[in-house]
Nanobody, 113 residues
Framework: QVQLVESGGGSVQAGGSLRLSCAAS????????MGWFRQAPGKQRELVAR???????ILADSVKGRFTISRDNARNTLYLQMNSLKPEDTAVYYC???????WGQGTQVTVSS
């Protein structure tokens, strides 16, 4: 089972940037597609970005052109570069294998206007 630890969240003003990291334990990281999810207060968790084992990426329309997902299989680490942040990006961000297994604690991203 993969254990996941998200980091890199924080508070920024609209238009700012953050880079999230997800450290994964377990040798199956490189064998799985991975995704970044987010959950805003009062809303369901949603998938915002996914990446295949080989590096093919798909982004939700709401973040396309602003967010970039990448992975380093040698370091068992997943990244989410977030640029041009908007207040509606405020949420707790989680990483997970696809389909999702157990969840980590997530990292809070807060964007003020």
């Amino acid at each position: 089972q993969v254990q996941l630890v998200e980091s890199g969240g924080g508070s920024v003003q609209a238009g700012g940037s953050l880079r999230l990291s997800c450290a994964a334990s377990g040798s199956i990281f490189s064998q799985n597609a991975m995704g970044w999810f987010r959950q805003a207060p009062g809303k369901q968790r949603e998938l915002v970005a996914r990446i295949t084992r080989g590096g093919f990426t798909i982004l939700a329309d709401s973040v396309k052109g602003r967010f970039t997902i990448s992975r380093d299989n040698a370091r068992n680490t997943l990244y989410l570069q977030m640029n041009s942040l908007k207040p509606e990006d405020t949420a707790v961000y989680y990483c997970n294998v696809l389909p999702p297994g157990s969840w980590g604690q997530g990292t809070q991203v807060t964007v003020s206007s």
